[in-house]
């Protein structure tokens, strides 16, 4: 089992900036992808960024390319979102996510967090 805790939502002015962090524990061997969704209310859960931790590879949403970046730090076993130049439509609960491959479908990562609200007004 691997545990995700996610931690750095709030409220934020439109254009402004939040960082996110995924801790995670367990059998954090098992898992060689994590990566971050969101579901906005009244929408359905959908793919921003994932990362490989071994290679570094990563992969972004159209929507939030160029203004999102996701890193990570082995040695602290987390992965950090960082999101720029925010927008009212970016406004959800962000999930981080764990599982084997460095792919945007949701079904393929194994294992969740609890999710962080991220708020932006306008």
């Known amino acids: 089992q691997v545990q995700l805790v996610e931690s750095g939502g709030g409220l934020v002015q439109d254009g402004g900036s939040l960082r996110l962090s995924c801790a995670a524990s367990g059998r954090t061997s098992s898992s060689a992808v994590m990566g971050w969704f969101r579901q906005a209310p009244g929408k359905e859960r959908e793919f921003v960024a994932s990362i490989h931790l071994s290679g570094g590879n990563t992969i972004y949403a159209d929507s939030v390319k160029g203004r999102f970046t996701i890193s990570r730090d082995n040695s602290r076993n987390t992965v950090y979102l960082q999101m720029n130049s925010l927008k009212p439509e970016d406004t959800a609960v962000y999930y981080c996510?764990?599982?084997?491959?460095?792919?945007?479908?949701?079904?393929?990562?194994?294992?969740w967090g609890q999710g962080t609200l991220v708020t932006v007004s306008s």
């Open positions: 996510a764990a599982g084997p491959r460095l792919i945007t479908r949701l079904g393929s990562y194994d294992y």
